[in-house]
């Protein structure tokens, strides 16, 4: 069985899960398929991969539980405005009434909206839409921007990390703010 990472919401991810990025949304349901059968039970999607259709007919088809299956997808960069409409996207497609995990993908601090996004995921958390909130690729400095708008912390900071990337700094800023980190 794959131990479980608590999280700072009181909530536990699967330590191992199949990411499906670059996973072609034609092959998507079997790969996932063949995944969740093999054990998987931590299954990673996002808006901007385009395959949460398939990760969703997997699931359906699977005859797993669906409380047995954690579910991560993501809002993309264009969508922090409209954020609950994006998470309703995303259910729509995954087939799903709600997600595990659902992530800010990046800050884009260009634009500068994702405090509004993360006030809104917190909406959909409470009613239920998502267990648990988090973001993707942020810097401690996104981190503490959120800390200081929101009483709300994220559960996880998903970021590259590898014996070839290891990002100290973002690490350890996740600790400092009870972050789990996502590699």
Sequence with gaps: MVPRIELNDGHSIPQLGFGTFVVDPNDT???????LEV????????????????????IAKSGIPREDIFVTTKLWNDRHEDAEVALAESLERLGLDYVDLYLIHWPVPSRDKYVQAWKTMVEQRD??????????????????????ASDVTPVVNQIELHPWLQQWKDVDAAKMHSIAVEA
């Excluded at 349901?29 to 995944?35: L, M, Q």
């Excluded at 998987?40 to 997997?58: C, F, P, W």
Aim: aromatic letters at 6%.
């Design 29 to 35: 349901e079997r790969v996932v398929s063949d995944a």
């Design 39 to 58: 054990g998987y039970r931590h299954i990673d999607t996002a808006a901007a991969y385009g395959n949460e259709e398939g990760v969703g007919k997997a």
């Design 127 to 148: 009613k239920g839409l998502t267990k648990s909130i988090g973001v993707c690729n942020f810097l401690p400095k996104h981190l503490d921007k959120l800390e200081m």
